[in-house]
């Protein structure tokens, strides 16, 4: 049996919602089929007051094996590096963190604000909110660019905004029956098997996307173009599979026509454009695409751009209908 003890900081709770959402495994079946000893979590566990405190303490000081630490939400320094903003058990919850992920065999952050500060460490930050071993894309976090954990492991990212369910039962269920190592990670303690590839790669607009032609209105609508050249789509640039391992098993945001907003890179939000510009694509000389996708040049970009339009069949400039 492997424990796991869940612990909530500066967070919204919806990577918690995501995981009592899970269906392949669900949360029963963790417990039952994969031997999940979950220990406490902010919505299940049972244990209040002092029971808690004890149970707490007990992981923390290693008088009770934890196997698996997972932490949701930011930690919060805040003020002034006290990190009493975020009070939990009679102690700053950063004090807390400290000594479980000491203990831990494996700590694991899960959605975008334990991987790397997610909304909360935009600036100007008042919380004083950073990710685990991440403050957005640059090493260190909380716990320092060298923390590793009892197994010898950095943090491992599940993030997104939130995580998928998938992602987060996945892996729980890869470390606590033992597979560890097989999870190979990407440069920012992503698992590779999820976050290698695009938001891109199996999004029913990609042909779209090939011969440059872009939807005209949100939602499923009439037009099936490409949410890129118009709407902000971040698909090319986004890592994630939310086209291979579809929401709610039946959809994702490109395909029901809402661009991808970049939910599980270090950026997100990418609130910085100018006001009244989310959704839109940002442009140089109000034609070439600001960001061009991943693994591309301007130059390249725009010459296989203009060779696409002039290809580009009569079927990809029509209106359809798709269901
Ligand atoms: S809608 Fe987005 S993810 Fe889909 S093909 Fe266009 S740019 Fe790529
Ligand atoms: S489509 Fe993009 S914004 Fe939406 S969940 Fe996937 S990665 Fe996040």
């Known amino acids: 049996m492997a424990s796991v003890l869940w612990f909530q900081g500066g967070a919204c709770s919806g990577n918690t919602m995501s995981f009592l959402n899970a269906e392949e495994p669900n949360v029963v079946d963790l ?8 220990l406490w979590h902010p919505s299940l566990g049972m244990e209040l007051g002092s029971q808690a405190q004890t149970l707490f303490n007990d992981c923390a000081t290693g008088k009770r094996p934890l196997d698996i630490f997972v932490f949701e939400g930011t930690v919060i320094e805040g ?12 102690r700053p919850m950063k004090d ?3 000594e479980l992920a000491a203990q831990a065999q494996i700590v694991v952050a899960i959605g975008d ?7 909360p460490a935009m600036e100007p930050n008042p919380s004083g909110s950073t990710g685990l071993q991440f403050h957005k894309r640059e090493r260190g976090g909380f716990l320092g660019p060298d923390f590793r954990s009892q197994m010898g492991l950095p943090v491992i990212n599940i993030p997104g905004c939130p995580a998928h369910p998938d992602w987060i039962t996945q892996v729980i269920v890869a470390l606590a029956t033992g597979r560890a190592g097989d999870i190979a990670l990407d440069e920012l303690h992503r698992p590779e098997t999820f976050f290698k590839t695009f938001t891109q790669t199996g999004c029913t607009r990609v042909q779209f996307f090939e011969y440059k032609q872009t939807t005209t209105s949100f939602g499923e609508g009439t037009r099936t173009g490409c949410l890129f050249y118009e709407f902000g789509c971040r698909g090319p640039m986004t890592h994630s599979p939310c086209n291979r391992i579809l929401w709610n098993r039946q959809s ?7 661009p991808c907003m970049g939910c599980t890179e270090p950026e997100y939000p990418f609130f910085d454009l100018a006001p009244g510009t989310v959704f839109k694509t940002q442009k140089v000389s109000g034609m070439i ?22 290809a580009a069949p009569q079927w990809s400039k029509e209106d359809m209908f798709v269901v």
């Open 252 to 258: 994702s945001k490109t395909r029901a026509g809402q």
């Open 113 to 119: 604000c334990a991987s790397w500060g997610g909304i």
């Open 31 to 38: 417990i039952v089929d994969f031997g999940l000893d979950l």
């Open 79 to 90: 003020p002034d590096g006290t990190g009493r903003f975020d009070m939990f058990a009679d």
């Open 289 to 310: 695409p600001k960001e061009v996708p991943e693994g591309s040049d301007h130059l390249t970009y725009m010459a296989h751009a203009a060779a696409a339009r002039i």
């Open 96 to 98: 807390w963190v400290t």
